[in-house]
């Protein structure tokens, strides 16, 4: 048997060695975490054949070997790539947008009427959202936070946690709710809306904490309204 020095890579490796590196690369946490689902399958049908592939594979040059084995590790990255990490960033994107943009002008009651239209209708989703920006746009033209196209729903809840302390987890969960059927899909649900909706005539007749400066919705970038 070659002794092969700490820290160097064997670059021709033999059957047994080249389907060790393969066994070593699946047998990971990320493939192995999760509950069995179609990837994890499939990931299982591909252990199996490798192992298939080299059970005979004694007469095969140690460089085509390596370069199989890069070949076949390379195309699971890629893979879970495709499955995991794209879709995740792809929420994250769109959990991220925003709120508002120039192009709406409704004020608060218009904004209120929508809500309730969307209600009526079931459209929980829709009712949510604007009702969500009703709250927004109730603090603006009380002029009690300051908001901008880039502004996010977190963005006017962290805003709006200054003038009203009491109310921030109640505003935190309604921004989660807002980008949870805005962004992420979600049905959202009578309950949710409800809540939502105390909270906003709630906050329009409750008196602002005694300060002195106008909150800024900490993510904002530019000015706007309510979209």
Known sequence: MVLIPHGEIPVDPDAPEARRWLEDELSKPEYQSAQPNAFDLAMQAIRDWIAILFE?????????????????????????????GVPRLRRRRRAAAPLFDDADRRDLETLRRAAA?????GDWPLAIEERFRALARGLV??????????TTARGVADAATSPFPGHGPALRAAAADFDAVRYLGRPGTRERYRALTDLERAIAVAAPAGTTAVATAADAATSGAPR
């Open 141 to 150: 033209e009380r002029d009690l936070i300051r908001v901008h196209p880039g």
């Open 56 to 84: 005979g594979a004694t007469g095969i040059p140690g460089p085509l070997l390596a370069l199989l084995a890069v070949t076949i590790v390379a195309v699971l990255v890629v893979v879970g790539l495709l499955v995991f």
């Open 117 to 121: 239209a969307a209600a009526a209708a």
